[in-house]
Structures are given as C-alpha cells and as structure tokens.
C-alpha cells in the first residue's frame, strides 16, 4: 500500500492512501488546499496523486495549517483516503482521570442545560 506521510507542527502527521487517492476522480484535498489562505502544500504529481508541494521540514514548522480541510474535502468528495493523527494532551488527560462512576455531563435542574 503507498502512502504519503509527513509530520505537522503541532507533532502528529498526516496520511494519505494512495492506493485510495489513485481511484479518485476528485482530488478535492489539493483543490481545498489551493484555496488562499489555506496550507498550499498539496499538488498533483506526475501520476495525478497528492504530493507535497514544499518540503517535509516546511510542513513540519508550520507550512500546513492543520486546518483539516483536505481531510473533510476527502471524505465528501474523494475516497475517504486522509487521516489526521494530532496530539490532544489535554483531551486524553481528562479521559485519564475520569472514573466510571462520574457523569460526562450533568443537568443542570434549574435551567434545564447541560454541561
């Protein structure tokens, strides 16, 4: 299976199935990346699949805006081909310290929201 992997600066990496992005007729990530004020990283290669446009320590320092559009383009108009693995430090310690017994959310009784 080919990929195309490269880190972000947040420290996760983005992926993209190749072998899913070369049954695409779409290629809507590296049209929404195209678009001004987005990353600008992604072109089409010689074989009409997404490559980087800059280089990988370019992306990695914050050339791509993490902004996940090329992921959402894929999963509505493509092939469903991108996966985005970001670190969430602060999500994955409140998943640490809750125990089984605490609520997720509560109502609140005297307005009827919840938290």
């Given at each position: 299976?080919?990929?195309?992997?490269?880190?972000?600066?947040?420290?996760?990496?983005?992926?993209?199935?190749l072998?899913k992005?070369?049954?695409?007729?779409?290629?809507a990530?590296v049209?929404?990346?195209?678009?001004?004020?987005?990353?600008?990283?992604?072109?089409?290669?010689?074989?009409d699949?997404?490559?980087?446009k800059?280089?990988?320590d370019?992306?990695?320092?914050?050339?791509?805006?993490?902004?996940?559009g090329?992921?959402?383009?894929?999963?509505l108009?493509?092939?469903?081909?991108?996966?985005?693995?970001?670190?969430?430090?602060?999500?994955?310690?409140?998943?640490?310290?809750?125990?089984?017994?605490?609520?997720?959310?509560?109502?609140?009784?005297k307005?009827?929201h919840?938290?």
């Amino acid at each position: 299976m080919s990929m195309l992997k490269f880190e972000v600066f947040s420290g996760g990496t983005v992926t993209f199935d190749l072998s899913k992005c070369s049954q695409c007729d779409t290629k809507a990530c590296v049209q929404v990346c195209q678009t001004p004020g987005n990353g600008l990283i992604l072109k089409l290669d010689e074989r009409d699949l997404p490559s980087l446009k800059v280089a990988q320590d370019r992306v990695a320092k914050g050339a791509c805006i993490e902004d996940m559009g090329c992921m959402l383009a894929c999963q509505l108009q493509g092939k469903d081909a991108i996966v985005f693995d970001l670190p969430m430090p602060e999500f994955e310690e409140a998943v640490r310290n809750l125990r089984e017994d605490q609520p997720v959310h509560q109502k609140d009784e005297k307005d009827g929201h919840t938290d």
